[in-house]
């Protein structure tokens, strides 16, 4: 609830009219003060006149009065400079140490206010309470929202691969190796993939990057998928042993529990072939991420990932398990266009913002527009609330809307739940 007071405050929405101290002194707020996100006061810098003179100084909201002496404000410095009080509920005086009273006020707001935030924060996890005023806003408003969150997905991405860039000593392939593993997770076996990558350092593989066996072993020994596989297959037994002295060889530690995904998953699709995929990009050696700097489009990293399955892993989804008919392909155009989405793009922008170059920035930016929207529950969820998607970079905005937003049910910091909220500012009071 305090929270929702701060928002308010923050963002003026109490109603129209004369405000008092409850000891009825005419307050004006000429500035609410900058939010501070941190220990001491909520706002900084306020400027506020109360009867006939003006104040400036720091605010401090709480839902209750008495809850100023339940933090033990009254004996921290940092709350000396506090020029007003705003409560939900006014039931004791403020002074400090010194005797000297702060001035406090109850926070206005309109009647309906606390049940609409109540209901659009409530429900915002599992459904799209915002739905009617999605559909009820300005075109521009919405774009303008849009393009904000599609930046910060990727900034996110791109902050992502500059702590790993910094950990790999700035080697751009380490970085894309990481990311590309993380990726072929494609969210469900995310970490655990990103931990195969981070057991198994990319130097380790080049050692033995002209021998194909030597790389999937490597890969399915660290992963821990040999540990179960049934001896049956001379396949699975050269593995084992060339994982026993690799791992000798290179002294690997292996994460205790991985924490693979495979219920409720096509054979395809399990993590042995993304695996095998991964194997398969690594023979030879990887240069991979040289490779996506010199792409000049959208087909040319596509073609990047075009990869046939051979032998064992064109006929299985994992040890001693079959596929219904032999698969070559490992991937589909939509999971490679996934992986553009989520490796090449976010790569590309942090080496662009690494080297400063603005025209390796657009060209990422550009390959988001010219990318299909990305097919998924998220996507038409706010398509029936009627947001036109039709490329990546609007569905990009839209998955950071719903897991950042909607489903950490951070209404208040959203413009879609702002402006909803905004609107039942008017007057009377809902704190009592």
């Known amino acids: ?16 009219v004369d405000m008092f101290t409850v000891d009825r002194r005419r307050v004006t707020v000429i500035d609410p003060g900058q939010l501070n996100a941190n220990s001491g006061p909520d706002f900084f810098n306020a400027k506020i006149k109360i009867g006939d003179e003006m104040w400036a100084g720091d605010v401090e909201i709480h839902v209750k009065a008495s809850d100023w002496h339940r933090h033990g404000h009254q ?51 599992c459904g799209l309470p915002c739905a009617d005023e999605i559909k009820s806003l ?21 902050d992502r ?33 990103e931990h195969l990558a ?8 080049g050692k033995h990057s002209d021998s194909q066996l030597s790389i999937e072993a490597l890969l399915f020994g660290q992963a821990g998928f040999l540990d179960k596989a049934a001896d049956d297959d001379p396949y699975i037994t050269l593995l084992k042993n060339e994982y026993a002295f690799l791992s000798h060889k290179f002294s690997l530690k292996r994460t205790a529990s991985p924490g693979w995904k495979m219920s409720r998953m096509r054979p395809a699709n399990f993590p042995h072939r993304r695996i095998a995929f991964l194997a398969s990009l690594l023979f030879g050696g990887f240069k991979l991420m040289s490779r996506i700097i010199d792409a000049t489009s959208v087909d040319n990293v596509r073609a990047l990932f075009n990869i046939e399955l051979a032998g064992y892993w064109a006929r299985h989804y994992s040890f001693n398990s079959l596929l219904d008919e032999p698969k070559a392909t490992a991937l589909g155009r939509n999971s490679v266009d996934i992986l553009v989405i989520n490796v090449v793009v976010p790569l590309l922008y ?83």
């Open 1 to 16: 609830m305090e929270k929702l007071m701060q928002y308010i405050w923050q963002h003026r929405l109490w109603p129209r």
């Open 75 to 125: 004996d921290d410095p940092a709350y000396r400079s506090v020029i007003l009080h705003v409560v939900g509920k006014d039931d004791t005086a403020i002074t400090l140490n010194d005797g000297r009273v702060i001035p406090q006020m109850r926070m206005p707001c309109a009647p309906d206010f606390r049940h609409a935030y109540d209901s659009l924060v409530t429900k915002a996890g």
């Open 138 to 158: 300005d075109a521009i408003y919405l774009h303008s929202w849009l393009d904000s969150l599609a930046y910060e997905r990727l900034y996110a991405k791109t």
């Open 161 to 193: 691969i500059s702590g790993h860039l910094s950990r790999m000593a700035g080697d751009w392939e380490s970085v894309c190796y990481i990311t590309l593993a993380r990726a072929l997770g494609f969210g469900v076996n995310g970490d655990p993939f």
């Open 198 to 205: 981070m057991s198994l350092p990319l130097q380790f593989i």
């Open 350 to 432: 942090a080496y662009a913002m690494n080297v400063d170059s603005r025209e390796r920035a657009d060209h990422a930016i550009n390959m988001l527009h010219e990318l299909k929207a990305e097919s998924n529950s998220i996507v038409a969820m706010f398509a029936s609330s009627g947001i036109e998607c039709t490329d990546a970079f609007t569905s990009q905005a839209l998955i950071q809307l719903r897991r950042q937003y909607c489903e950490t049910r951070k209404c208040l910091y959203c413009r879609i739940g702002h402006r909803m909220l905004s609107k039942r500012a008017k007057n009377k009071d809902c704190m009592q």
